[in-house]
């Protein structure tokens, strides 16, 4: 088909991208891709200043994504995908699995989680204090 040609009416696809539950965003609204949600997390943040690297990249499409919090005091945290049950909007929602646990605590369920999804994306942010940004339910 020709770049400049429509796709007939009957075949069109119309998916609602509004996050917005008043205008129709339901349970099966698309979420932005793990790729685009990644680089869109890392430039913002190493746009504010503060270390943030690709520590793994999984899935482009759905891998769920781990954020490690390292506090450059030698504890780490943990934020990870919250569970999608009773929810219905589209947007990435994180629970704190550790807070402030050693490396090592943080890494073996970094692994853990690797074995048993290798599709998993971890993202890695040198933060001190403060929000690193996330909506957390």
């Given at each position: ?17 509004t ?17 685009i ?30 954020i ?70």
């Amino acid at each position: 088909r020709d770049a400049g040609t429509a796709a007939p009416a009957g075949r069109r696809r119309r998916y609602n991208l509004t996050l917005d539950p008043e205008r129709g965003a339901g349970p099966h609204a698309p979420m932005f891709r793990s790729d685009i949600w990644a680089a869109a997390f890392l430039r913002r943040n190493n746009d504010l200043g503060r270390a943030c690297v690709l520590v793994r990249r999984g899935d482009p499409i759905a891998g769920q994504i781990l954020i490690e919090i390292d506090h450059l005091d030698g504890t780490r945290s943990l934020y990870m995908p919250a569970p999608a049950i009773g929810r219905n909007d589209a947007e990435r929602v994180f629970q704190l699995r550790f807070d402030r646990a050693t490396p090592e605590q943080v890494a073996a369920r970094i692994a853990r989680e690797v074995d048993f999804d290798p599709d998993i994306w971890v993202l890695s942010l040198d933060l001190r204090h403060g929000d690193p940004g996330l909506l957390v339910g």
